[in-house]
């Protein structure tokens, strides 16, 4: 899977409530719905300034808080290509691989707003095309590459009835 | 090699001995969803051509996070819920019920050595309980409904060792909101955490689950404690069933030991917008409030509100401030009633509202106005976490906010123990 996408930057710690606010997530399981209010704490605008494709890039710990798979659902809903971030609180990393959310851990000091990337998640490789230069990806455990592998964790099951990681 | 606490329960339950950084698929002891997460799990496990669960018995599914119904479309998400249960032959906890993580543990279902996974990142309050407990989000809850099953990378640990005695007006969680702020928001990510020491044994059941709650705020996956005398005296009002207590190695291997000594500790507060941006909270005495809100998984439980009872009893609530008061559980408002303390509460002038998790996660109950400042026993003071961007939150132990509910302003409670 190839993206080429603008990125959009936020710092540390961005929580599931800023991705999606509980006043909304409660109310509906319509995720395009809750795709318009997605980082509206932190950026009113931010559904409108996105073009399909773009990546959202962040420092550590995005994700925290909350369990809501809304979270990745709705990001990927407002059509943003990849999350790329220092570090990810763990419920929402693996929300965001059993959803389809491609996660990419990497320095994301070396990414600025605007920048434009070239993403191949199957070779695992991160080029800043506005910078001309890689950028390393930190790999994904194996249960997580076979889980993508097979489109998610509800497509995991289909296939195999459970989880079968052998 | 000695293992420690969680390593010790994910290789009971998978099978396999494991340590840190392994992989193991567990089985799991009880799994729970609730209303902000298990309409999208059951979608996920229609997905998954789920067909029996894999034990009714131990499901659970709690209509706690806006509870009763406040609007049309969420009474729509908790139809699905109820539909669902009743096809499947598990648990419902309805409205009136109460919190989710106040509710597991008094179903007795879960205690030392369990596995359990919760639709909800305060899942890791059972860790008070010696249990592995964990959140996870929709998919992976549809999967446990499937097979009983999880999967999980063993964390390491980091210890913390809490040692001297909590001074009077000083409670689980100042000690907790302490913590917080010295290993900060992502101190504990991919991580567990075991707490130990005397100042966590000298902790009532009640303010251990405070302690252990809050592990989700440090990033951690579970928050575990050692099991002694007082967990099980606890367990034996809700079950008769044995559990056998799991204790970490004395050559176990920790990520981190951190050691505190909490005698000289103040009270605490964790202030906009942050959980770990703690002070004393000296620092912040007088700082005006609108609203003071006591409840929730952290601190909703029968203590809390008897605390806040003796602040509170034969005085009046400031005529600026709101007290909003949500017993964690039916069974929590019932022995508050039994003990005059739900009277205290509402004579001081307290709005008491019906168990649930409501006015912490913004979904009805108390949202605040623009400007407005809160003070609340809650986990989370996230900006717009109670329905409002433009409002701030304080979080305090319960003596903390029924203090500040008199006075109008941040104060120090010990001042009304004298």
């Known amino acids: 899977m190839k993206f080429q996408g603008k990125c959009h930057k936020f710092g540390n710690d961005v929580n599931t409530d800023y991705i999606i606010s509980g006043k909304y997530k409660f109310k509906t399981l319509d995720m395009n719905e809750l795709a318009k209010h997605v980082m509206e704490d932190l950026d009113p605008d931010f559904y409108s300034k996105v073009t399909a494709g773009d990546f959202i890039v962040a420092g550590n710990n995005f994700g925290c808080g909350s369990s809501r798979e809304q979270a990745p659902l709705a990001i990927k809903h407002a059509n943003i290509g990849a999350v790329l971030a220092k570090s990810f609180a763990r419920i929402f990393y693996r929300n965001a691989i059993n959803t389809g959310l491609p996660v990419l851990e990497c320095d994301t000091d070396l990414i600025d707003a605007g920048d434009v990337l070239d993403i191949d998640l199957s070779q695992g490789v991160i080029i800043n095309r506005t910078k001309d230069m890689k950028i390393a990806v930190k790999p994904l455990p194996q249960v997580m590459i076979k889980i993508l592998h097979d489109g998610g964790l509800a497509p995991h099951f289909r296939k195999h009835g459970g989880f079968n990681f052998d | ?418």
């Open chain 2, 1 to 418: 090699m000695g293992k420690t606490i969680i390593e010790k329960i994910l290789t009971s339950h998978s099978g396999q001995e494991c340590q840190a950084n392994d992989i193991v698929v567990a089985t799991v002891d009880f799994v729970m969803g609730q209303d902000g997460t298990s309409p999208l799990a059951i979608r996920a496990y229609e997905n998954m051509e789920g067909q029996e669960l894999f034990n009714p018995d131990k499901v659970a599914l709690v209509i706690d996070h806006s509870s009763p119904s406040p609007l049309e479309g969420v009474s729509a998400l908790h139809t699905i819920m109820r539909n669902f249960a009743k096809q499947k032959g598990c648990r419902i906890y309805d409205i009136g019920e109460g919190v989710c993580h106040q509710l597991i543990p008094e179903s007795g279902q879960v205690g030392p050595g369990s596995l359990v996974i919760g639709a909800d990142s305060h899942t890791c309050t059972y860790g008070a309980l010696n249990a592995f407990s964990t959140g996870v989000g929709s998919t992976d809850l549809a999967g446990g409904l499937v097979s009983g099953k999880m999967w999980f990378k063993v964390p390491e640990t980091i210890k913390f060792v809490c040692n001297g005695v909590l001074p009077a007006g000083v409670y689980a969680k100042d000690l907790i909101l302490y913590l917080m702020g010295q290993v900060t928001a992502d101190g504990c990510t991919y991580m567990a955490a075991e707490y130990t020491g005397e100042a966590i044994q000298a902790l009532s059941m009640e303010g251990r689950f405070t302690v252990a709650n809050m592990a989700i705020e440090m990033g951690a996956k579970a928050g575990l404690m050692e099991a002694d005398e007082k967990t099980f005296s606890w367990l034996r009002q809700f079950t008769e069933q044995e559990f056998t207590a799991v204790s970490a190695d004395p050559d176990a291997q920790y990520h981190k030991v951190l050691t505190f000594d909490v005698s000289e500790l103040e009270p605490q507060v964790a202030k906009p917008h942050r959980v770990d941006n703690v002070s004393p909270l000296s620092e912040v005495a007088g700082t005006p409030i609108q609203q003071a809100f006591i409840g929730t998984c952290t601190n909703g439980r029968l203590e809390d509100l008897r605390i806040a009872a003796a602040i509170l009893a034969g005085k009046k609530v400031h005529p600026d401030v709101r007290l909003i008061v949500a017993p964690a559980s039916r069974k929590v408002y019932l022995d508050a009633m039994n003990e005059g303390i739900i009277q205290r509460l509402v004579e001081a002038g307290a709005a008491v509202v019906t168990p649930g998790c409501g006015p912490c996660v913004g979904t009805h109950n108390g949202v605040p106005s623009d400007g407005e400042t809160v003070i609340s026993t809650a986990n989370r003071n996230f900006k717009g976490r109670m329905g409002n961007s433009n409002a701030e939150i304080y979080l305090a132990s319960p003596a903390s906010v029924a203090a500040s509910a008199l006075t109008g302003v941040i104060t120090d409670p010990r001042q009304f123990m004298k």
